[in-house]
């Protein structure tokens, strides 16, 4: 069974300052993987996602994210952050195939500090 | 153009009662689901309908009925709620199985 963890819960860093976001995946052929973002009272919105060709995706909001098969991950990582990326982050895993499966990640919080 | 929209926003119910969440999607998307959020769980899919006419169980489908009503319209009945089914609950479109899925608003459900 596929599964997903995000190992920070809470992540907080001051505006401007680098972000990674760490995303582990379990799966045993090449995943569909996403980032989704939450914000306070709002429903997920896609950031980017992973299907197959380049490791190195970009998506909306100046985020992009590396697949890493070596090391099952999908880490998601943006150069300057801003106050309103202050959300809450999923990392998600999908069978290629059957994408319905979708797995989540228990979510990484997000803080910025002026 | 609205995407995904879910009716009600907030409903508070009594243990023991049925209700009916509704969802609606306008880009004429053929997959549909339905998630419920809780507190350091992530999402976890309920039901999903691959196509219209068709609907098959998730991870957590005890509980929970749905219908496809058309390609718009995908339901989530509780017919006799329980405390544990306070939740918030979100509904997704996909164009195919195997395309991003587009989410709702959700809907915040207390059951007393």
């Known amino acids: 069974a596929q599964s997903v963890t995000q190992p920070d819960i809470h992540i907080t860093v001051s505006e401007g300052a680098s972000l990674e976001l760490r995303c582990n995946y379990s799966?045993?052929?090449?995943?569909?993987l996403f980032w989704y973002v939450q914000s306070p009272g709002q429903g997920l919105q896609l950031l980017l996602k992973?299907?197959?060709?380049?490791?190195l995706v970009q998506g909306i909001k100046g985020f992009e994210a590396e697949f890493k098969r070596s090391q099952s991950s999908f880490n998601l990582r943006k150069p300057s952050v801003h106050w309103s990326d202050a959300a809450e982050y999923f990392c998600?895993?999908?069978?290629?195939?059957?994408?319905?499966?979708?797995?989540f990640g228990k979510g990484t919080l997000l803080t910025v500090n002026p | 153009n609205a995407g995904v929209t879910q009716t009600p926003k907030f409903q508070v119910l009594k243990t023991g009662q049925s209700m009916t969440l509704q969802c609606a999607q306008d880009?004429?998307?053929?997959?549909m689901y339905w998630y419920r959020q809780d507190p350091g769980m992530g999402l976890r899919l309920i039901y999903y309908?691959?196509?219209?006419?068709?609907?098959d169980k998730g991870e957590v489908p005890n509980g929970y009925n749905v219908s496809r009503l058309n390609k718009r319209e995908f339901s989530l009945r509780l017919e006799s709620a329980a405390p544990s089914q306070t939740s918030v609950y979100f509904c997704?479109?996909?164009?195919?199985?195997?395309?991003?899925?587009?989410f709702g608003d959700g809907t915040r459900l207390s059951i007393l």
């Open positions: 997704a479109s996909s164009l195919d199985t195997d395309q991003p899925q587009h």
């Open positions: 880009m004429n998307h053929n997959s």
């Open positions: 992973y299907f197959s060709g380049d490791t």
């Open positions: 799966y045993g052929a090449t995943p569909y």
């Open positions: 309908s691959a196509s219209e006419g068709t609907t």
């Open positions: 998600a895993v999908g069978a290629q195939g059957s994408n319905y499966k979708l797995t």
